[in-house]
């Protein structure tokens, strides 16, 4: 099982660009999470998705956020346009047994926005 | 409000010293208590659940404990190896989603 996998590992942009965070779950997994970690609020969840619809999208902070799942194995986190407020790192991570369970998570995605 | 705090945000060790970590948490029906295990560069990693006060859960040098107000995580004669941030998660009852606290960071030195 290769677990939870994230691209990029970083990533480095502008103010105002936008940006695409890519996830693949771990198979079999029907719950998958996006999850945004800072030193200043800790571990946020921003939405989460089960059988590739959206549940729960009340912690996306804005409408600059949009998180899609296409299908059972992809799942792609947006930002556009993108500010400094939003540099963060972005896990994602998967459970097959719902939102309180036992989540598996990828590495991260380190945002940079200058 | 939901509210999960951990202490403290930081703690070393020598090796073989024993510690352990708070996490005391307020929230709506707790439905289970979550420890996780972050090393740096990395996603965080699933440790124990708890799920009523009372119980017990080992692993190791580590058990995790849970009383109606807060969890101990109990590091029993820790190893360099055991250097990690340890998060402490609840599941709250009316949302069903996972509530993280900050963090302790314990850094074990040989």
């Given amino acids: 099982d290769a677990g ?6 970083h990533e ?20 998958l999470f996006w999850y945004r970690q800072t030193m200043m609020r800790g571990l946020e969840l921003l939405i989460y998705f089960n059988n590739n619809v959206p549940i729960d999208d009340s912690g996306m902070p804005e409408d600059r956020f949009s998180a899609k799942m296409p299908n059972a194995s992809f799942s792609t986190l947006k930002i556009q346009p993108s500010e400094p407020r939003d540099s963060a790192v972005y896990f994602c991570a998967s459970s097959d047994r719902g939102p309180g369970r036992t989540l598996h998570f990828g590495n991260g995605t380190r945002l940079t926005v200058t | ?19 352990s970590l708070n996490c005391s948490y307020t929230v709506s029906g707790l439905r289970g208590l979550f420890w996780y295990r972050q090393d740096p560069g990395k996603g965080p990693e699933f440790l124990f659940t708890l799920y009523s006060a009372g119980e017990e859960k080992e692993k190791e040098r580590l058990k ?3 009383t109606k107000k807060e969890s101990f995580l109990h590091i029993t004669a820790p190893k360099p190896e055991d250097s990690a941030t340890y998060l402490c998660a609840v599941q709250a009852g009316n949302t069903g989603k996972l509530i993280f606290g900050q963090g302790t960071t314990l850094q074990v030195k040989p």
């Fill in chain 1, 4 to 9: 939870v996998i994230q691209s990029p590992r």
């Fill in chain 1, 12 to 31: 480095v942009t502008e103010m105002g660009q936008e940006v695409t965070l890519r996830c693949k779950p771990i198979s079999g997994h029907d719950y």
């Fill in chain 2, 64 to 66: 995790a404990t849970l």
């Fill in chain 2, 1 to 19: 409000e939901d509210q999960v705090t951990q202490s403290p945000e930081a703690l070393r060790l020598q090796e073989g010293e024993s510690s």
